[in-house]
């Protein structure tokens, strides 16, 4: 029976020389049990005074608008609404942004997951805020003269078309060198898209109504969201891990040749 000296480890399972070690793969979808714990820390990073106070001041601007209209005898129309809207579209721009990026990307999960539930953290404000602008509107507006409820949906339409615009317009500055500037830069950016698509002869045939029709401008704005969406998830997209964990070759350690004296 040979006796292993204590000198020496277990070397059991241990690369043969010569040969390159492999980084372990990291088993997919693994990453999903990390988001309960996550769920708190992006609710916390989510700019909630910047999307509130947008949505709110919207609001108010479409409620002193209401009550004028109604003091005068005017009616309030659909472009007031995308009017008041606007300050809702510009905070929404700062909500992809990630704050910490850094630390973000040194966590065990895509890059992508902290925009993205910043986003749906802003689906029910924006929401809730598109339903109180509809009741201020419809409320100035006699029944036979707003017609049916499907005449609202090209509004909705529009206006879902310029929320994910301006989110395409901020992840995509997110991936640049102003990431810091995002919504700075996005803001501006989507108003310029927005003020093309309306007075822009070749767009509003298609996007704005008169000329277009009722049933062609919705779908052509759900198109414009949709492609617009496809932008953020390929702009959104990043690499499981940026730094790099490729581990040296391991070489089988050389004898010490003795000194001759």
Same mark, same amino acid.
């Given at each position: 029976m040979i006796s292993r000296s204590p000198d020496i480890g277990n070397t059991e399972g241990a690369p043969i020389a010569g040969q390159s070690v492999r980084p372990a793969r990291r088993p997919r979808l693994s990453w999903l049990r990390a988001l309960p714990l996550l769920a708190w820390p992006i609710t916390r990073m989510m700019p909630w005074a910047t999307l509130i106070t947008g949505c709110l001041v919207g609001t108010v601007f479409l409620a002193v608008l209401a009550h004028v209209a109604q003091a005068s005898g005017w009616l309030l129309g659909q472009g007031n609404v995308c009017l008041a809207f606007l300050p809702a579209? %510009? %905070?929404l721009a700062f909500v992809p942004r990630v704050p910490l990026r850094p630390v973000t990307q040194a966590v065990p999960v895509p890059a992508w997951v902290a925009p993205a539930g910043h986003l749906l953290l802003a689906v029910p404000v924006l929401a809730a805020t598109c339903w109180a602008q509809l009741r201020i509107m419809t409320r100035t507006i006699p029944l036979h003269i707003l017609g049916h409820p499907p005449a609202i949906y090209p509004l909705i339409a529009q206006l879902t078309g310029w929320c994910a615009v301006t989110v395409a317009a901020a992840a995509c500055v997110g991936r640049s060198r102003d990431a810091d500037l995002g919504g700075a830069v996005a803001a501006p950016v989507s108003f310029a898209a927005i003020a093309l698509a309306?007075? #822009?002869? =070749? #767009? @509003? @045939? =298609?996007l704005v109504e008169p000329p277009a029709t009722v049933h062609g401008m919705t779908i052509a704005w759900y198109a414009v969201a949709t492609a617009a969406l496809a932008l953020t998830c390929a702009a959104m997209r990043d690499q499981w891990h940026r730094y790099s964990r490729n581990l040296p070759r391991l070489s089988s350690p050389r004898p010490v040749q003795p000194r001759r004296l």
């Open positions: 579209v %510009a %905070a309306w007075y #822009t002869p =070749i #767009t @509003r @045939r =298609i």
